[in-house]
């Protein structure tokens, strides 16, 4: 690990109303996992897209092995040995591995020929995918091996990787660490963008860390502390959530003999769904992407509805009423999709505030908008949540993925409901703001509010919950105390150990 591969020196990008970029400089090296770090905004994913050719930087340079590299276009950073993985995966359901992986290739080789060197790279790396199958059948963990390998196809010199265990499990971290290690043992250099501290301590070689587009620190991850990393990304110091004795109250949510069919080819229909949660009671509700999450938010939001009586909200049956009816109640969702669900990506986040907040907010008077009233509860969202923006006129999509996220959480907490189901509440967001969201939750349980978190994050749901559940092909475990619970227990759980008395150990 002593030969530079990449040198980037001065990089700097503006956008209207905030610099991205301002004059960022470090080195990777051959064989080295380097972490770039930084709270949302902080200018990760501007830096990895001006590596990755998708972004043309205003002024500074970077080289690659001692030559020039200023890629117009990902195809030839590609060309050169660059390659990434978004941590939004880019691939066809309908279609299967190999032809998933042939379409992200210049000139790929006979299906026949790709499914071989599929099979071969795939396991000789320790992730092992069969080229024939639907990748709509295919597990998170399993469609990011199909990213991985067609990235390993391309026989990469660097490759950057942005949140790429947001969708694994305990497990099937392990495995790409090991893939990872594999790499790097090979002399590839890896650029790995993430918030979970912790794995960056086990992981990385050295760490870069960006705060409001500069680099204002290095560190060798293995000799910090995730809270010191936390604190230089932020630049001051955070407080831990804290849990508050609390009484819980009667019973808000009831949920029994929930049966919803999937609404997509490849979605997964819940089955015989249970669960009661009580006024200031955190239900937490694990497991892997894609075993009923998504559809059990619907069917809880009301955009799917059920039989009547298969959801009961402070025990009158809601199960065929709308969402507008449910948010009325004091039923309120948070989706995991940020843009396109939770937010309409175009409209400003005024008008976004107004999609959910209407009713509860009392933000229209006899069909006209009360304009200042929705300007003004928007920006409530954004002082309290710490929303960077320039302005609550900015469309939703200007904004990070963790300030996004932000405001989502922000809106439906501000409206003080009675209910609230949340899934991955922190998705992508840095350590302070995930902290500071996890106190929202934990402050609206202490107030009362019944919540239900459903979050692929294990760390995040033992911190907060007071009863844990897992979802596992549609089914619910038996829902279980929190505390206490072993990582072996809560992989049994999440593994479909249904009906079943876990064993203790």
Not at 137 to 158: F, N, W, Y
Request: net charge negative; with cysteine.
């Amino acid at each position: 690990m002593t030969d530079t591969l990449l040198t980037i020196s001065g990089l700097t990008k503006a956008y209207p109303g905030v610099v991205a970029n301002d004059t960022v400089s470090f080195e990777i090296k051959e064989g080295e996992v380097h972490a770039l770090l930084g709270e949302n905004g902080a200018g990760k994913s501007t830096l990895v897209k001006m590596i990755y050719g998708l972004v043309k930087p205003d002024s500074g340079t970077m080289t690659l092995r001692g030559e020039v590299f200023a890629p117009p276009e990902p195809r030839a950073a590609r060309a050169t040995g660059v390659a990434m993985v978004f941590q939004h995966f880019s691939l066809f359901d309908a279609l299967n591995v190999a032809e998933n992986i042939a379409l992200g290739m210049e000139n790929p080789p006979p299906m026949g020929d790709l499914a071989s060197r599929i099979r071969e790279v795939s396991e000789n790396y320790g992730l092992p995918l069969d080229p024939f199958r639907t990748v709509g059948d295919l597990s998170a963990g399993e469609r990011q091996r199909v990213e991985i390998i067609r990235c390993l196809l391309q026989d990469p010199k660097l490759l950057i990787m942005d949140e790429p265990t947001s969708v694994l499990t305990p497990q099937e971290v392990e495995i790409l660490f090991q893939t990872l290690r594999k790499l790097t043992s090979e002399g590839v250099a890896i650029l790995y963008i993430s918030h979970k501290l912790e794995e960056i301590r086990t992981l990385c070689d050295h760490a870069t860390i960006l705060r409001l587009g500069k680099n204002v620190s290095t560190c060798i991850p293995a000799e910090t502390s995730a809270r010191d990393m936390a604190e230089l990304m932020v630049g001051s110091a955070f407080a831990s959530p804290a849990r508050a004795d609390r009484e819980l109250g009667e019973i808000a949510l009831d949920i029994s003999g929930l049966s919803v069919a999937s609404t997509g080819a490849f979605g997964t229909p819940l089955r015989n769904i249970h669960l009661t949660v009580q006024e200031g009671e955190i239900l937490g509700i694990g497991g892997v992407a894609g075993n009923g999450q998504d559809e059990l938010l619907t069917a809880l939001s009301g955009e799917v509805t059920t039989d009547h009586d298969a959801v009961k909200f402070m025990g009158q049956p809601v199960g065929r009423l709308g969402p507008t009816a449910r948010r009325e109640m004091g039923l309120l969702t948070a989706p995991e999709e940020r843009l396109g669900h939770a937010a309409a990506p175009d409209m400003s986040l005024i008008e976004n505030a107004l999609l959910t907040a209407a009713q509860r907010e009392n933000l229209m008077h006899r069909g006209f908008l009360k304009w200042a009233d929705t300007r003004s509860f928007a920006n409530r969202v954004i002082e309290a949540f710490d929303v960077r923006t320039p302005g609550p006129e900015n469309a939703a999509r200007s904004l990070s993925g963790g300030n996004l996220q932000k405001f989502v959480i922000g809106r439906e907490v501000l409206q003080n409901p009675k209910v609230l189901v949340v899934n991955q509440p922190t998705w992508g967001v840095d350590a302070a703001a995930a902290a500071s969201i996890r106190q929202s939750l934990l402050d609206l349980a202490a107030g009362g509010t019944a919540v239900i978190c459903i979050s692929q994050d294990l760390d995040e749901l033992m911190e907060i919950s007071d009863r844990f559940g897992a979802l596992n092909e549609g089914r619910l475990s038996d829902i279980r105390p929190a505390q206490g619970l072993t990582v072996d227990e809560i992989g049994l759980m999440m593994g479909g150990a249904h009906g079943m008395e876990v064993a203790h150990g």
